[in-house]
């Protein structure tokens, strides 16, 4: 949608930075930012994890976009349907299993750009506050809600220090966003606070499986990647997750590993694969990421884009490999499906 000049698009927020909007010599310097961040010890991820998130969201959003569209997640298939459908359905899903409404007070935990928010804001009704700590993903959020903005609200802010009162929300949801979070368990504290008595959360997780060893030096080289090509400080068993959930005070409902839910011949990762070829999905396969990457170091050399540009690009496609080897040896999964409440 074309903004009018009846309906300007939002100003930009405070501190917003896209990759377009860095310098060119900013570009290289937030890559080798990140890069060191990612290179230091865990401890040192998580106590710089704003910063950390900050750097890849501002590098990586408009690649997202671009080869992704503006829902940021993964989903299980079933047999003959086709991509963007399974998104849609897995959003579906969490407002059906959170019986969200017309009426209802809902928070986004980690909204993105949006994409889920809007649709189920359209699905359900329901008013839905997004909580954001990527300025520039807010100003993209805001423009892909625009058609249902009575209904959709934004916090720029961590949503492990939500800037809301007590028992405000209804519901609460997590679309592969809990994983940047430094604490599992404070961030699930901070959550279940907002939540009145009795409200629900519900959310999908990147987890490792029953199936990852830590002594096995592939299986750790799969996760580092993965963490590295996603702006992870440290990727949680699913075991963690549950447990942190009940750590925090939430009665765990239900959690389940819904990878396993999509039919042999479409698993979540083959998206990645370049196994869904049409004009409009070559720029997440495989061919499409080295094409892309090609056309980037060349225009790079040109100085048509700014030193780095082929460098974030390069992240990208080393963290979609890495997820696929992740989904096809089963030790990680990007849908562990959870529903919790907060006593009564």
């Known amino acids: 949608m074309q903004p009018s000049q009846d309906n300007p698009p939002p100003a930009k927020p405070q501190g917003s930075r896209s990759l377009a ?33 900050n750097h890849y969201y501002d ?80 100003e993209r959020a805001k423009i892909h ?20 009162d007590d028992d405000r929300y209804d519901a609460a949801f997590a679309i592969e966003s809990m994983p940047h979070a430094p604490n599992k368990t404070a961030a699930f504290r901070e959550i279940k606070r907002i939540l009145r008595p009795g409200a629900c959360f519900a959310g999908y997780e990147w ?10 030096s592939e299986h750790q080289r799969i996760k580092k990647y993965i963490e590295t090509g996603d702006g992870l400080p440290d990727i949680a068993l699913s075991s963690q997750i549950d447990a942190a959930l ?46 892309t990457n090609h056309v980037l170091r060349i225009i790079e050399k040109l100085r048509l884009v700014p030193e780095g540009t082929t460098a974030v690009s390069t992240l990208l496609n080393d963290g979609a490999d890495a997820l696929t080897e992740g989904g096809k040896t089963g030790i990680f999964t990007p849908m562990y499906f959870f529903l919790a409440r907060k006593p009564l």
């Not at 060119?24 to 710089?48: C, F, I, N, T």
């Not at 809600?145 to 809301?164: A, K, W």
């Not at 490792?208 to 096995?216: E, G, I, S, V, W």
Request: aromatic share 10%; with cysteine; net charge negative.
């Open 246 to 291: 009940r750590e925090a005070g939430f009665e765990l409902l239900e959690a389940r590993d819904l990878a396993p839910e999509s039919h042999p011949t479409t698993p979540w990762y083959r998206a990645l694969e370049g196994r869904d070829l049409s004009l409009s999905s070559i720029p997440r396969t495989p061919i499409g990421r080295a094409l």
């Open 145 to 164: 809600t625009r058609d249902v903005q009575s209904l959709c609200s934004f916090i720029h802010g961590n949503y492990m220090q939500i800037p809301e």
């Open 207 to 216: 987890c490792l499986t029953k199936d990852f060893d830590a002594q096995n």
């Open 21 to 53: 909007d860095l310098a060119p010599q900013e570009v290289k310097s937030v890559v080798d930012q990140y890069h060191g961040l990612h290179d230091a010890d865990l401890a040192r991820r998580k106590e710089r994890y704003e910063v950390l998130v």
């Open 59 to 138: 590098l990586v959003t408009d690649f997202y976009e671009f080869g992704w569209g503006r829902c940021f997640h993964f989903a299980p298939r079933r047999q003959g349907e086709s991509f963007k459908a399974s998104l849609l359905r897995h959003e579906h899903y969490l407002a059906d299993r959170l019986s969200m409404k017309a009426g209802m007070r809902v928070m986004d935990v980690g909204c993105g750009v949006g994409g889920p928010m809007g649709v189920l804001a359209r699905y359900s009704g329901a008013s839905i506050v997004g909580i954001n700590n990527n300025a520039y993903q807010l």
